[in-house]
């Protein structure tokens, strides 16, 4: 079908396109609310500027189309593909995406408030600016997508994958992320403050200048992850957490409860531990230099080879 007849029959009441072979098509700044597009070709369409409000877009093929500045609100798009799709300043507000594939898609300045984005796939997307105010994410596929500086305080990110993503000065304070996969992320200043981070996995992530103050790690996995001047003021941490070979140079820990902790082969260097406890952790082979102890317990920890190079130690004094 050619775009002069789709226009013609949808001025003539026909809402029915679906299925059809629309690839290509310039459809730019046309208003075309509650269309039906369910299962039509629409790969490398341009739909940029256009209405498409309370639009029937279920399993649509809209790879790499382009729909800069679009309407969608309210739009079906259940199982859709938009894969390496141009959205960018597009209204998706309350839109159903359960299943997209968005996968490389450019989600720029994005309006997803209270969309539905429940098992949708988002790896590699650009959502920068982008609105995810009462959005639903869980179990969305986020690998390596860019999230950074985005308001994403008190989401329920339970279960997502989040592997390798930039959420770099991302608000991530009250958030639910139970069970979210973290690893190799990009979490540099992030303000994770009072987020659920139950047996999240962090390994190989970055988190230089986080603040967890009031977060709950328990069973969560810090395995070899990088936190200098991480902020873990007066937190406590379960029995056995796992932050072997972490790097926490100049983080702050004062207060910190980290009972049975694994901190072998750290880098605590120049760290705030003073009024910490540690009893029972293994500290084997961890680097204290210059770190400030003071008033922390070690009561039964495993303090071997260890470096106290002018540490301030628990009494005060200064090791030489």
């Known amino acids: 079908m050619d775009l002069e007849t789709l226009i013609w029959q949808y001025g003539q009441g026909n809402r029915d396109f679906s299925r059809l072979d629309l690839q290509r098509i310039e459809l730019i700044t046309e208003r075309l609310t509650e269309i039906n597009f369910s299962r039509s070709a629409l790969d490398w369409a341009n739909l940029s500027g256009t209405d498409l409000s309370g639009a029937n877009l279920n399993r649509v093929e809209l790879a790499y189309a382009r729909l800069i500045s679009a309407k969608l609100t309210h739009a079906d798009l259940t199982g859709a593909n938009l894969s390496h799709a141009d959205l960018s300043w597009v209204n998706l507000e309350k839109a159903n995406l359960v299943s997209a ?53 008190g989401a329920n990110l339970s279960r997502v994958d989040l592997s390798g993503a930039d959420l770099r000065e991302v608000d991530l304070t009250h958030a639910n992320l139970y069970k979210a996969d973290l690893s190799n992320s990009k979490l540099h200043n992030t303000d994770l403050q009072e987020a659920f981070l139950q047996r999240a996995n962090f390994s190989r992530a970055n988190l230089k200048g986080a603040n967890l103050s009031g977060a709950v790690l328990r069973d969560v996995n810090l395995n070899l992850v990088a936190l200098s001047e991480f902020n873990l003021r007066s937190l406590t941490l379960s029995n056995e957490i796992d932050l072997s070979a972490a790097n926490l140079q100049k983080a702050n820990l004062k207060g910190a409860i980290l009972r049975h902790a694994n901190l072998g082969y750290g880098l605590l260097s120049q760290t705030l531990l003073n009024d910490s406890i540690f009893r029972g952790a293994n500290l084997i082979d961890t680097s204290l230099q210059g770190g400030d102890f003071r008033n922390a317990n070690f009561r039964n920890s495993n303090i071997s080879d260890i470096n106290l190079t002018e540490t301030t130690m628990p009494d005060g004094s200064i090791h030489p």
């Open 101 to 153: 594939d968005l996968t490389g898609a450019n989600l720029k300045q994005v309006n997803l408030s209270n969309a539905n984005l429940s098992s949708a796939t988002l790896r590699g997307a650009n959502l920068s600016g982008a609105i995810l105010g009462g959005a639903k994410l869980n179990r969305v596929d986020l690998r390596e997508a860019n999230l950074s500086g985005l308001d994403l305080s």
